[in-house]
């Protein structure tokens, strides 16, 4: 299941983790980065009003991305906070795609390392970085405005689950493509994964896709089942089980996959109810969506 997490830490942190593209995690975290984070999720990158160059620092969410793939543990000092203190704090690597700032962060040099930096260069770093950042306090203000039992935004500790969507849409209501983005990098990581995962994840799935309201209504559906689908479909449309009409420029049979009961009236984003169709027979569901044609589905989708 996807979730949304948010990253906590100083300005300078985050100039940093900017430039590398990943973030860091200590020992109480390890659980995390080891059983939750997946690929494919959103975390909200949150900077202190504690730093060690600005003392004019705000709280505030100074962007977003996704977690990417290859988590890892390493072994150099990235954060100036370990040079200073000659110590690997922070091992736990989490790498970090697609990202997006608030702030226009294009005059930052992300080549050289903060320690290496002087000061007055750092401060300008830390000033670009949160010129158009969202205040936390803001931020908190408008969440109670929509829903005035919403918790405050998390902030405790370097890293957690961001429970409330009022918050997620808030952040990511400008960005009209942020989860189409989510969903190709989710079906990148699904391809990946061995048919046996994929089949335990597809079974795993709870069946209830997140609606979200953007410009229209749209699902955020589950990569592990599309996947699934189109693998279990060996190729062919499920319903006239004719070979899928071309394959894509990578190759793979070009088919689509189809809810037999639609999202919309209710259905679930679960492998049973999920088949792979060609695009005449996906058109022929949507436009007739008859029940000859439903039982024939259902029928062919019976194991897996």
């Known amino acids: 299941m996807s979730s949304v997490w948010r990253f906590t830490g100083p300005p300078e942190n985050w100039v940093t983790a900017l430039g590398i593209k990943k973030w860091a995690l200590n020992e109480n975290n390890k659980n995390l980065w080891e059983n939750r984070f997946e690929s494919g999720d959103i975390v909200f990158f949150h900077s202190t009003q504690e730093s060690g160059y600005d003392n004019k620092a705000i709280s505030s969410v100074i962007g977003y991305g996704f977690i990417g793939q ?35 962060i294009e005059t930052i040099d ?10 007055a260069t750092v401060l300008h770093d830390i000033k670009t970085l949160l010129k158009n950042a969202v205040h936390l306090r803001d931020l908190e203000k408008e969440a109670k405005l929509i829903d005035p039992g ?14 409330s969507q009022v918050y997620e849409d808030i952040l990511l209501r400008n960005d009209h493509t942020v989860f189409e983005k989510k969903k190709k990098l989710k079906e990148r990581v699904a391809k990946n994964r061995s048919d046996e995962e994929i089949r335990k994840r597809a079974k795993m799935s709870r069946g209830e896709p997140v609606r979200r309201i953007i410009a229209s209504a749209v699902y955020d559906r589950n990569a592990d089942v599309i996947e699934a689908a189109k693998r279990r479909a060996g190729g062919k449309c499920q319903l006239c089980v004719k070979e899928a009409p071309f394959d894509k420029k990578n190759g793979e049979p070009y088919l689509e996959t189809h809810h037999i009961v639609w999202l919309s009236e209710g259905g679930h984003d679960v492998i049973e109810n999920t088949v792979a169709l060609c695009p005449n027979c996906h058109r022929k569901m949507h436009s007739l969506n008859l029940k000859e044609d439903i039982e024939i589905l259902k029928t062919n989708n019976l194991d897996f």
């Open 110 to 119: 992300f080549s050289t390392p903060i320690h290496e930096k002087s000061s």
């Open 150 to 163: 919403v918790g405050k935004f998390p902030v405790n500790g370097s890293a957690s689950r961001i429970l």
């Open 70 to 104: 290859h988590m890892s543990i390493k072994s150099d000092l990235w954060w100036v906070q370990e040079v200073v203190d000659k110590e690997n704090k922070w091992p736990f690597v989490v790498p970090l795609e697609q990202i997006t700032t608030f702030s226009n």
